[in-house]
């Protein structure tokens, strides 16, 4: 393991080091005080190349668009009637594109197979050290615009069939190029923009909700203080996206990855450092393959904390929205974060549920990090022994938590409660008889939008008794009436109090 202990080490400092030392990088503006836009139309000092790619072969550049050349756009068979996808890659450290790159064209066609997918090269200016590569992303987006606006312009092309989509400092390279076009660009997809000389930066040097119609962000690796994350922390978007947080994805531990690298070999070495940063590539990969069964839902939440209390799953007023390619185009005021939960693997797609438990004692109980288990039952399916640990349980207090699973078990028919025993001998279970009773469990879910009172399967009470069998509670018969039948139930009984207009 020496060699490749040694490469990783390497990774980590030159990453950093990036992140200690550009505090002091200069802020300019974008290009001196010129606001003429002839530079637009100057082909000469372009260094980026555009290389339309296709579906049957998504791993080589086989054709460039060159700007100034209208030839070569009929020379590459790019298809004017139809949507243009423009892929943009980020630092390197192998001046090579990634595998990624391949995956991403290859799920563009699939979802779109009449589209234009041009990648760009940026790979030389990429591979610098990482503070001129992120200072380097102004004459990319400026390369990029020129493109754009050239290809526009030469072909009468619609704006608003033209998507962006960048990854780690290609995002702000997007960003930038969306920000100097002449015509907003109809989409820039931010994918785990990077954090590093960015986080603190204007809006004139990042992707910014400016720079598009409409920006939408996922992201995915965002630890640590606002200086040293690898993603940018802040949102930078009209729809921004904090998948699992958005600090770090799940099987991206050091466990997961060594296997990985053991089983795909040393070239993989550095998915350690990219695993969380690259997750925000595969989820947009997922919803462009996996959307028709799987798409897979955000939510919007003050914080992270209040999503995993399961405090979030409302979808009224754009409060939930797809993730990904699907996306509902709405402008949610700034700042505003969404969040959800997702698989290691693909499909990403977990179901979420709030639930909320009130737990009853005669004695005063208080525990903290107690195992439960939790089983749903469903129309469609069951998932039984969903692992959480309840961080508090005290007497006649109410839980509320997020629960989720990967299973579509349908609506909701039954719920059943365990309470595990400690690890560790503990003297309160030869006390025994410790007990919570519950007398309702209500669950929401995020995906179906419904709710679902469940009450104690035999008396009033169901008994939680640590180690003990678990408590079942079914739907209860007062939640049997849909929500129109109840208000039409309420109306009968207690008369309209609502304007007649309303009714
Ligand atoms: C920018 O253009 C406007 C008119 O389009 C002009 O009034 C202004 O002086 C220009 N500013 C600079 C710095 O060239
Ligand atoms: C908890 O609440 C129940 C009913 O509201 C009450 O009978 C019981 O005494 C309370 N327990 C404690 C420890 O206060
Ligand atoms: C709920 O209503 C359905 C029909 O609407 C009925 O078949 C079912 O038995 C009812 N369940 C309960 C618990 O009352």
Redesign the pocket.
Known sequence: MGKENTFLVTVWIILANICVSFSSTPEQTLFG????TEWLEDYTDIVSKFSLRTAEIPDDDLCYIVPGQPLTIPKCEFNPGYKTFVVIHGWTVTGLFESWVPKLVTALYKREPKANVIVVDWLTRAQQHYLTSAANTKLVGKDVAKFVNWLQKTLDYPWEKIHLLGYSLGAHVAGIAGLLTNHKVSRITGLDPAGPTFEFADAQSTLSPDDALFVDVLHTNTRGSPDRSIGIQRPVGHVDIYPNGGTFQPGCDLQNTMMMIATTGIRNMDQLVKCSHERSIHLFIDSLVNAAEHQTMAYRCSSKEAFMKGMCLNCRKNRCNKVGYGVNKVRLPRNTKMYLKTREMMPFKLFHYQVKVHFFSSEKLAYTEQPMKISLYGTHDEKIDIPYTMPFLNTNSTVSFLLTTDVDVGELLMVKLRWEKDAYFSWSDIWGNKNFHIRKMRVKAGETQSRVIFSAKDGEYAYLIRGKDDVVFVKSKEDNMSRKEKTMHRLKMQGSHFKNNIA
């Open positions: 005080n010129s606001n003429s």
